[in-house]
């Protein structure tokens, strides 16, 4: 990218090569002045990129954290609610099983009257 700068720079040098000494030298600094200004601005332009990506990759792993975080959370909730049904589940047989045997006894006890 540098080289597509400096080789206008570099053709306009060369063309100037008729003009006298003194106005050679300050088309030499001027276009020293320009590469340099460039370079920085160039070099200055890749520094904002890579930090604005820096800060795009750091907020994309943030939000992919939180992400799990949440999901991580919601297959908590969902595992103790399962764990509640199951309970309930095991109560409600018990009840079932404790009433049918109470039952059975009692058409026992009915029968050998």
Same mark, same amino acid.
């Given at each position: 990218? !540098? !080289? @597509?700068?400096?080789?206008?720079? =570099?053709?306009?040098?060369? #063309? %100037?090569? $008729?003009?006298? *000494? !003194? =106005?050679?030298?300050? /088309?030499?600094?001027? $276009?020293?002045? %320009?590469?340099?200004? %460039?370079n #920085? /601005? %160039? ?6 990129? *890579?930090?604005?990506?820096? +800060? ?5 792993e943030?939000?992919?954290? +939180?992400?799990?975080? !949440?999901?991580?959370?919601?297959a908590?909730?969902?595992?103790? =609610? ?5 309970? +309930?589940?095991?109560?409600? /047989?018990?009840?079932?099983? +404790?009433?049918?045997?109470?039952? @059975?006894? *009692? /058409? ?6």
């Amino acid at each position: 990218m !540098k !080289k @597509l700068f400096l080789l206008p720079l =570099a053709i306009a040098a060369f #063309s %100037v090569g $008729a003009c006298s *000494q !003194k =106005a050679q030298n300050e /088309t030499g600094e001027a $276009a020293d002045a %320009v590469a340099a200004d %460039v370079n #920085s /601005t %160039v070099g200055e332009a890749v520094d904002d990129v *890579q930090a604005a990506g820096d +800060r795009a990759f750091g907020a994309a792993e943030n939000a992919a954290d +939180r992400a799990g975080d !949440k999901l991580d959370n919601a297959a908590d909730r969902a595992g103790a =609610a399962a764990d509640r049904a199951g309970d +309930r589940i095991d109560n409600a /047989t018990d009840r079932a099983q +404790r009433e049918a045997g109470q039952e @059975l006894e *009692q /058409t026992g006890r009915e029968m050998q009257r």
